[in-house]
């Protein structure tokens, strides 16, 4: 909250109580704040009636509402201690990924007009212009001037990571862990049904670990617990990506069947 002071909401009538008030960040009630009950000698009138404005946020912050989930929705940003929209004039995958890594996500897809329903309040932001370097978004070029109605309002669709990405989980070293590969945004594991020595090798390849890995089966190094995005792998050992190995996409698997690698 911030303090305002001089009767900034208009003097009061009746008796001035406190004086002199001091908290500090602990206080979890305003009573155990240190105060004086001796108005005369700190000269009181109601002229000096203390105010104070709540804030509901912290300016800079931002929210997605109105999505089926928490990676996506109507992006609000916090302006003055209040939640605003964004208008979604020149508002691009740019600027939605700025968003979505300001959330803590990989990157966006950009949605106009009131894709995920029409915010109240104030329009913060016009025409956005981010470079894509920004790490939050009121840092990017923009308006707040702006010539646009809540049927404007813009919205993003975040993603954990990118797709035919893969990491490796939870082994001693950065070259070796559970094998996770990123399928519609999300990351998921590999079941050990015919994983192989070639198998490793590509996952070695891809993440610039070499070319030759060991194949690791039983969920060696522990259990995922996000869904199962590949089965069944035939790897050369020469592909450039996991996903271009055949494979099949149905399982019939559980996470104590994951997959690991260790590359050497
Ligand atoms: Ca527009
Ligand atoms: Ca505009
Ligand atoms: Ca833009
Ligand atoms: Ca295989």
């Not at 500090?24 to 009636?49: G, Q, V």
């Amino acid at each position: 909250g911030t303090a305002l002071s001089s009767a900034y909401f208009g003097q009061g009538n009746g008796s001035i109580f406190l004086a002199n008030v001091s908290c500090n960040e602990a206080e979890m009630f305003f009573e155990n704040c240190t105060h004086d009950f001796d108005i005369l000698s700190y000269n009181c009138s109601h002229s000096k009636d203390a105010g104070v404005m709540c804030l509901s946020c912290i300016d800079g912050s931002i929210r997605l509402v109105g999505g089926t989930n928490s990676k996506e929705g109507r992006v609000e940003v916090c302006s003055g201690g209040m939640w605003g929209t964004v208008c979604d004039d020149y508002w691009d995958n740019t600027d939605a990924s700025v968003v979505c890594r300001q959330l803590g996500y990989h990157s966006g897809t950009a949605f106009g007009s009131a894709y995920f329903g029409q915010g109240t309040g104030s329009i913060v932001m016009d025409n956005v212009h981010c470079n894509g370097t920004e790490s939050l978004l009121k840092n990017c070029t923009h308006i707040t001037e702006h010539n646009c109605n809540h049927n404007e309002d813009a919205g993003v669709k975040c993603v954990l990571c990118a797709d035919e990405s893969i990491r490796l989980v939870n082994g001693s070293h950065d070259w070796e862990g559970r094998v996770e590969v990123c399928v519609s945004g999300s990351w998921g594991t590999v079941c050990d049904n015919n994983w192989d020595s070639n198998d490793a090798a590509a996952v070695c390849r891809q993440l610039g670990w070499g070319s030759s890995g060991s194949a690791l089966l039983n969920a060696y190094f522990g259990q995922g617990d996000g869904s199962i995005h590949l089965d069944n792998v035939h790897c050369f050992g020469t592909e450039q990506l996991l996903t271009n190995c055949r494979n099949s996409t149905t399982h019939n698997c559980g996470n104590s069947k994951d997959a690991g690698v260790a590359c050497h």
